[in-house]
C-alpha cells in the first residue's frame, strides 16, 4: 500500500518524507492557492520543488475544462519531471483527456470520482490513477468506504490496472479500513498519517521501561 501526503506545503511534504514512508504527493488547485502559488511559472516552479523532495509520482492538476486546453496543460507538466502524474477531472472531456494521456505515455490520476460508474469509465480510458473523494463522500452521509470495495471489486473483475487511490482521507481509521478492502494508494493530511502511530498504551509502557531503566542505571 502506498502512501501520498496530500498537500502543496513544501515543509510538511519534507517532513513526510523524513519518516521514510512516503510514496507520492497529491496537490489540487485549492491546495496550491492556499501556499499563495499564483501564476503558471511559479505553479510549474512549485512541482518541480515538491519532485525534488519525494522519490515517488507527484499529481499536478489541470484547470482547464476542454480537451485541447487539458491536453495542452498536462503535456507541459508532463515534461516538467518524470515523477509528474497529470491529474484530469472525471467529466467527458477529461475521459478522452486520459484516453489521448495514456496514447502517449503520459501518466494519469482521474480525479473528482464519486461513482463506481466513474471509476469504471477512468479505468477503460487508461487512467493509472483513479482518485474516489472518501471524505467528502462521508460528508453528505454517503459511505465513502463502500465505494473503495465497489471499485476493488469492479476493477479485480476485469483485471483493470487502474490503481485506487483513495483520497480526501481524513483520520488514521480510513487508512485502515482501506488498506483492509485493498486500496492501492491512500492520500490524506499528514496528521492522518502520523495519527497511525499513536497509541496511548505504547506511552504508558515506554514512560514505565524508561523509569525501571533507571533503577539499573
Ligand atoms: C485528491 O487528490 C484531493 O486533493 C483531496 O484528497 C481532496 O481532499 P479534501 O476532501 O480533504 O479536500
Known sequence: MKFFIDTANLAQIKEAQELGILDGVTTNPSLMAKEGIKGIDAIKKHYVDICNIVDGDVSAEV???DLAGMIKEG???AALHPQIVVKVPMIPEGIKAIKYFTGKGIRTNCTLVFSAGQALLAAKAGASYVSPFIGRLDDVSTDGLGLIEDIRLIYD???FDTEILAASVRHPMHIIECAKIGADVITGPLSAITALAKHPLTDTGL???????KKFA
Open 75 to 77: 503535456e507541459e507538466f
Open 63 to 65: 484547470i482547464s475544462t
Open 157 to 159: 473483475n476485469y483485471g
Open 207 to 213: 514512560a514505565t521501561f524508561l523509569a525501571d531503566a
